[in-house]
Structures are given as structure tokens and as C-alpha cells.
């Protein structure tokens, strides 16, 4: 906070004391104070006099005499007034008095000769003893004030005043403490010792200014409104000065001796102080102004306790903390941030000691020792720390006792981080100098490792570092000594060495292997690994306890890295360059090197899977069929001549295999896919005795790119190998023209040995020859099918194309059926959504084996059930089949069954009104036949949907159109069905059919016609 804020200008500079005291201090402390300000007048401070009975370095305050003044005389009847004490000076009063009476009466009866004159004569003389009686008894306080200025001046320590050497001097003359004069010089004097007693605003308090000052003020016997008022109005002195000063040097003075006076004055008066010193009305400060004011004084003044407090703190010490913590008014939580830190930079101390002495270029012999005695004297102070915090009175003690940590301070931060590792790896490796590592040293590592602030990980790689050199060294001597060859168990021998280091046994096997590798890099140095150097090796392996596992992991690795070099340098020496030297130092590197059969093609399949790679990118990159191919063959080539040598080397196996051995080894594959030997592609694959003699050895096929890329890719590539086959090698020429070159059949045997290095099976190969195959034989077939129908002749066509392509019957019909599959939905479609095709062709189609859900969508079969239904409900019969419409057709389409119900309600719905309008129409245009058939239309919807009695606009034609039904001869109960729906009542229905014929239309010739009123 900016104390500036302190030293608001009042809104009145000359506000009025609020005390008794300030009418007499006013005057005079103004004057002083300017004259100080005018004059410079000399501070003087109490001086700290020398306690040799409790301690030599205590210092008590005693103020010098020039505070408060030189002596003051008394002069005239002050004098006189000095020298009477209050009975003589009474007995004299009454004398003086009765003396000018008398005298006055003798003087005027003799002058005037009558009683009367003398009368006056007493009066005059009288009065004038009462004025002189009066003024002598009047100035008595100013004497007593005198007397008591004197006093004090000439004490040697006023700070030994006592309240009865106060309360002598006002028995003495007898006054009142209240009277005016004296109560102004009690004022003055305390206001000369507060102001001599509070430090210049530039110097700190030193922590007896309150009790001084309580102890003066309590024997001047001085009531506490007085006292505030001299408080406030030394506090308008320094902003008064505040406000003259220029220079802010000085006025940073002032208000620090503002803060002081405010935190002074707080103390003084305790919680009274909130009422009686009124800063924040008189000088315009807020309640946290005065709390900074308090706060920081208060810090100031535990500061200066805390100095005392060294290494060697004990109980005593902290409780004299704690009081003073309370006696300063400092917060807990201060005053434990206060102790923190300073414990802390008395730890700072030790490191940086330690630091230059780790650091020093000419560090003596001792150095280590010097830095290691400064860590425990660290480390011995956080455990007295520790110790005093889990004291049983350890709540009176001060607060913020407990571990040291250096957080916040110098050596808090990622620059002194490495400092602090510098020390505590010094403390580790002085802790194991012995080569054990004792409990105690491992507890005072793990405090260091928290004062220090380090990580669990950063202490822990440390310890793992200079333990890790330790184990090593005693490793090493033990060995040297045979101790650990001679031990009946090296394992309980290698356990108690890490027990005694507190070292992880996984730490030391991964030494133990660090040191197996080690020898194993030394002794492939020239390449091979001798038969004494695998017994050495075997001898440390027993000796260190180190697992199979992980020996051979080793010799993979350092092994691994040696072969994989011979073979890299034996695979550069491409096609031409694998000569007898190359597969001699192959030879010499697998079985030279003890590895394994399996690591040794493992190392040797990863070298080689990357020079195919190679040949399969650039094959991609090519641009046209035929540089791919070439790239393809070349990668034949280099596993033919290359890999095939390379692997029978590793192995030490012979090269020369023999054609009939290739021979009999095809011929295993070819029983197992005797069916699709009709493929001529794959058939040709199959070397012959005379090719493959031709060809010589063939490819390998242990070292694939089966696990190496999709079966996608490598299907891809193994296709356009064979349409390479297939084609032939395409030749651009001049003028855009091209020249086709066919090859023999040993570019399939080729194809073989791709198909090999790509790692397919014969299945996939299979599958490769038989879509290419089956592509050739559709495309032919479309051409033949192209009007959809399938004749005699186009049968032979086909069966002719299958064998030009070698494609098996089986696949050729599939192919055959799905593309007149395709042209007879297209057709079937295209004559559905034409009207073409009604219900009975789909029962034709579907006894001729048609699958109708594949053939027409479920769209095409619900618009064909919708118009099947509306044929029936407008075929004019008055037929309804339940079961052929709810099942039978649905079922036949294969559509919803629940669903065509719903469709058959609503157009059964639509179709019934629809009939009854149709039928009056045609009654108007005298159509009887077209009359029934619209009522048989209307009966068979309500089959369909049973429907309530119709009504119309024109009730007389209900009648009519049931009269003309009743003529046509309709079922009984199909007359009755429409005598309910057309609502003809029984009599009227009975008088209809004596009726007959008989002249139905002559009686109504009203060429109004209604509509329906449903």
C-alpha cells in the first residue's frame, strides 16, 4: 500500500482539540514546534542504560534533561508563594486580610475622626489585603507547575518518575491537579517526552517506546482524553511540517513518523484507542491506512526480536516470541511468515557457505567435509525446529514453528536448482563414502531432500546416479576379491549388497546387464566371438545372476547390429557383386557370431523387406504396365540371385537344387488345386522339366512382404505382373503406334515367384487368375446378352468365350444368370411402371423360378399390389377374396402384409363413395348396366371395409337404384347388403319388387342432380 495515503489534507488545518488538555497545549506545542521547525532544535533520544545484573547488552531509555527545558524562575510574589506552605500561607492570608481591615479602619478614623471615615478606611485596605491575598493564592498552581517543570527537568532518568514524587509536589502547594495551569504542564511535559521518546521518522522503534511512555504517563497521572489530545496534536504537528517541508526526502520522513506515532498511540491506549484517536475524522486516514500503519511497525519491531533468535532457539525464546507477537499487535500469520523466513535465511546462510566452499577452485582437502558439516548443521536445526513444533506447550510458543523450506526465497527458482542438486548429491555420496548407507543418513537425506524443495524424481535420480557408482565400485571388488564367485548363492550375495545400499535390485540387473553388454561389445570387437570369450561370458553371466532372456536379447542386439552390417554390405553388392568373398563373410558373420537361425534371418528378412520395398515403389512411380513390370522383374531377379543365396547361407545349406526337385515341389501345389487348372494363366505358372532346367534354382520364398502390405497391394501387384503376361510388352514407335511383343511361358513362371515374395497363398493367387477371367468372360457375355434373352446359340456363343478364357462352368453361369438377371429386372421394371404387367404374368414369373424382391424394388411391388386392388374394387362383379387379397397377393409380391391391409382399407374407403356417385350418373343417363356394375363396385368395397347406410341430397333416387339392381337378378344376399347400405326401408323394398319395371323413370324428370352427403 502507498503510505501516502496516510497524510490526506485535513478539511480544516486549525480543527479544534476535542480534550480539556488542548486549550493549554495548543498554544504552547505550536509555538515549540515552530521553533524546532525554525530552528532545528536538537532532537533527544532516551538513553539505553546497561543492566549488569540481568544482561550486559539490555539497554534501559533515560531521557536527558534539555527535553523538557532548562529551570524556571520564580520571581516576586511567586517566590513568596513558593516559600508558604498551604497552612502558613492561609494563616497569612487571614492576617494579611485582618491587617488591612484594621489598618485601614485606624488610618481612616484618624484621618476623618469619625467611624464612618474609619469604616471606609477598612474597606479600602481591605480590599487591596483581599487582592493581594487573591494573587498570592492565585499563582500558587503556576508555582506548583513551576515546581513541578523544575523537577522533572532535573531528574537524570525521567523515565524513574513516580506518581507520589507528583503527588508530593501537589500536596506541597496544595492545588488541584485540574487546575488549568498545572494540567498544562503535565500536558506539556508528556507531549516534550513523546515527542523525545518516538524515533526520527528515518530510524525504526526499538520496542520500549510504549512501555516507556506508559510508564511516564501513568506517573504524571495524566487521564487518557488528555493524553490523546497530545497524541493528536503531535500529529498535527508532523503534517503541519509535512506540509512545509519541499523536499521528499523529508516528507517520506514525516510520514514515516506519522505510521509510528499512529502504531505508538494504538498500543498506548489499547482498545480504548478507537474512540480517543480519532485519525481517520481528524486527518481523513481509513481503517486500513492505521492497520498498514500498525502492521508495519509491528513487523519492524518482531524483526529486531527475531535477530536475537539464532540456531540454537530453545522454549524460552519462543514464548518471549509469542509475547512479544501479542505485545506488538502482529497477526499470527505474520508473524509465522516472519519466522519462516527468517529460519530460512538462516539456512540460506549454510548454502551459500557450503556453495563457495563446493565451488572453490582451491578447495582444500577437507572441502567435502566442510560442505557436508554445513548440511548437518542445516539439517540438525530443521530437526530442533521440528522437535519444538511437536512440543506439548508448543500453542505458546511462536507461531510458524516447524520444517525449514526455502520456498520464496533466494534459492527458490529453476536458476538455484542446480545449485541445491550439487549439495544434496554431495551429501549422497559423503552418506555412502563407507559403501553402506546407515538409516539415520537415509532420514536426514529424505529432510534435506524437503528443505531443498527437490522432486521425488530429481532426489531419486540422484540417489539412483551416485548409488549406481557405489554398487559398481563394490561390484567391481567384489570380483576382484572372488567373494562373489566363491558366495554358495551370488543371488542372496548380490540381495544383501543392495540391502546394504538401500539400492533397487531392478537398478542392479540392469547394471548387471550394462556390464554383460559391455564385455560382449569387446569381445565381437573383431568380428567373431571366440570360444574363451563365451566362456568368460558364460562365467559373468553366472556370476551376476542374468536371466536367459536377456542374455540373448544382448547378443541380438550387439550381435544383431554387427550381422545386419555384413548382410546391408552383402545386399549392396547387388545381382553381379554376390560373389564367393560376400558369401563367405556371410557364412562367417551367422555361425561366427553364435546367433540363432531365427535371429539371424529375422535381422537379415528386415534388410531385405526394404530393398523390396524399393523395387514396389518404384514399380508404382512407373508410368505405363510395362515399367512396372520391368521393376517387378528385377526384384525377381534380386531375390533369385541375391535372397535365395543369402538365406542357404545363413542357413549353410546347399544351392544346387535340381529342376525335378522344383518339379515335384509345383506338382504339390498343382494336386492341390486340381479344379482350377483350367485356367490357362494359372496353369502355365507350373514350370515344366525343360523350363525349369531352362530357369535354373528358383526364388525363396521364407523372406515375403506378406506382414508388410495389405492383401490388397500385393494382389494389386501380383495383377499387373500377369496382365503383363497376358499383353506382352508394349513398344511405342514413331507416329503414335505401338508394338506388342509376346513373351514365352517363362514370364508366368516369373508370376510364380512374384507370388512367392509377395507371400499370397494359392488361394489368393487363385482368386486373382479367376477374376481376371471372369472380367473377360462378362465382358464378352454383356455383348452376347445385350437384348436380355438367352437362345440356343447364345449358349453356345458363351460356352465357346469359356473356354478361350479358361474360366470354370460353375463361375461362367453366375456370370451368365447375373447379367440376364439385370437385363430381365430392367425389363420387368420398365413394363410395370408401363401398365404392361399385371398380377397373373408375376404368378407366371414366378413359377418359371424368378426371384422378384431381386429383380423389382419393394416401390414397383407396392404400386402393382395398389392397381391389382383397384382393378378388383372397379371390376364391376361385387367379388371380394379375403384370403386372396390379405395373403395370397401380398405374400406372391412380397410385400407387407399388415401393411397392403392398410392400402386395401383406405382405397376400399375412397372407392365407396365414389361408386354411389357413379351409379346415380349413370341412373340420370339411364344406364342400367352401368348402374349395377357401380353398385357391385360399392358392394365389394364394403366386403372389403363393412360401411354404415349412405345418404343423399335426392332421396327419390335411392329407390330407383335399387330397383334396378333388384331387375338384374343379383344374389339374395347381395340385394339385401345394398338395401342396408342404400337405406330402402323392408315395405319400400317389397312394394319395389311388385313393382317390377314398371315405369321408373316416368316419375321423376328433374334434371337437378345433388351430391353425395356423407
Known sequence: MNHSLLFHTPSSPSSPLLFPCSQFTNSILFTRSTRNSLTGRRRYRISIARSIAENATQQSTAVNSEVFGGKKELTGIRLLAEGLSPPVRLVSSVVIVAGALAAGYGLGYRIGGSRNTGLGGAVVLGTVGSAVVYSLNSCVPEVAAVNLHNFVASSDDPGALKREDIEGIVKKHGVSKQDEAFKAEVCDLYSRFVSSVLPPGSENLQGNEVETIMKFKTALDIDDPDAAAVHMEIGRRIFRQRLETGDRDADIEQRRAFQKLIYVSTLVFGEASI????????????????????????????????????????????????????????????????????????????????????????????????????????????????????????????????????????????RKIDDLKLLYRAYVAESLAGGHLEENKLVSLNHLKNIFGLGKREAEAIMLEVTSKVYRRRLAQAVSSSDLEAADSKASFLQNLCDELHFDPQKASEIHEEIYRQKLQQSVADGELKEEDVAMLLRLRVMLCIPQSTVEAAHADICGSLFEKVVRDAIASGVDGYDADVRASVRKAAHGLRLTREAAMAIASKAVRKIFINYIQRSRAAGSRTEAARELKKMIAFNTLVVTELVADIKGEPTDITSQELVKEEEKLVDEEEEWESLQTLRKTRPSEELAAKLGRPGQTEITLKDHLPERDRTDLYKTYLLFCLTGEVTNIPFGAQITTKKDNSEYLLLNQLGGILGLTGKEIVEVHRSLAEKAFRQQAEVILADGKLTKDKIEQLNEVQKQVGLPAEYAQKVTKSITRTKMAAAIETAISQGRLDIKQIWELKEANVELDSMISESLRENLFKKTVDEIFSSGTGEFDNEEVYEKIPSDLIINAEKAKGVVHELARTRLSNSLIQAVALLRQRNDKGVVSSLNDMLACDKAVPAEPLSWEVPQELPDLFTIYLKSDAAPEKLSRLQYLLGVSDSTAAALREMGDRGLFDTDDNDDFGLPNF
Open 275 to 414: 474512540f480517543l484517536l480519532p485519525w481517520k475524522r481528524v486527518f481523513k486516514v481509513t481503517d486500513a491506512q492505521v492497520e498498514v500503519a500498525v502492521r508495519d511497525n509491528a513487523q519492524r519491531l518482531y524483526a529486531l526480536e527475531l535477530k536475537l533468535v539464532g540456531r540454537d532457539i530453545d522454549e524460552h525464546q519462543l514464548v518471549r516470541l509469542r509475547e512479544a507477537n501479542l505485545q506488538y499487535r502482529l497477526s499470527d500469520e505474520l508473524a509465522a511468515d516472519m519466522f519462516r523466513e527468517h529460519t530460512r535465511k538462516l539456512v540460506e546462510e549454510n548454502i551459500s557457505k557450503a556453495l563457495d566452499i563446493l565451488k572453490s577452485r582451491t578447495r582444500a582437502a577437507r572441502g567435502t567435509t566442510e560442505v557436508v558439516e554445513e548440511l548437518d548443521e542445516i539439517l540438525a536445526f530443521n530437526n530442533l525446529l521440528m522437535s519444538l513444533s511437536k512440543h506439548p506447550e508448543a500453542e505458546h510458543f511462536a507461531s510458524g514453528v516447524g520444517p525449514v523450506s526455502l520456498i520464496g526465497g533466494e534459492y527458490d527458482g529453476d
